[in-house]
């Protein structure tokens, strides 16, 4: 009885990989990293960091006209973003308006 038990684990362990749910809740996100390179950054910033009212929207959408005139490189932008995501993952925006401005004070 015990090797059926085994054996039919065993069948159970092996199969599940195969029907795919594994796979579709990896890309169901939009935190994933290869959707989050797909988004604009736009998107991208209001997603990943959770904004949640429209002073946070508005926020982002200033920092994405900085970095559309070229006062802000994308790199400080992604540095600050990969950031805030580690340090807070729940309301990571806080983090990324700090580190934001110490990057851009540093490259000034």
Known sequence: MRT???RALLMLVTALPLTGY????ATGGV?????A???GLS?????GLRARNS????YIERVVKSVERGKIPRRLVN????????????????????ALEILTARRC
């Open 4 to 6: 059926t038990v085994f």
């Open 22 to 25: 594994f796979r579709a809740t």
């Open 31 to 35: 935190f994933n990293r290869t959707s």
């Open 37 to 39: 390179r797909k988004l």
């Open 43 to 47: 998107d991208q910033l209001r997603l």
């Open 55 to 58: 002073a946070d929207r508005a």
């Open 79 to 98: 540095a600050a973003y990969n950031y805030a995501r580690r340090r807070r993952p729940n309301y990571p925006l806080p983090y990324f308006k700090r």
